[in-house]
């Protein structure tokens, strides 16, 4: 799951936190970036978004795709 942070979450609240472990308690990897970073250096999201699919384990090939067709 990708989170794009405005400027008023310079730190990620209590809530963010807990929403975040709960998350990954799910299952889920949960990345966040700076608006900013978006903007000025999308080369570096783009980077660290590929290295966490990298990191991660895909999806089961045997489970049949939505909508019983492969795109």
């Known amino acids: 799951m990708i989170e794009l942070d405005g400027e008023s979450h310079d730190r990620p609240s209590t809530q963010d936190v807990q929403r975040t472990r709960y998350l990954e308690s799910e299952g889920y990897a949960v990345l966040r970036f700076q608006d900013a970073d978006v903007f000025d250096a999308i080369e570096g999201v783009i980077g660290r978004i590929r290295q966490a699919l990298a990191e991660r384990p895909t999806a089961d090939p ?6 019983g067709v492969w795109r």
Not at 62 to 67: C, H, L, N, T, Y
């Open 62 to 67: 045997s489970r049949k795709p939505e909508g």
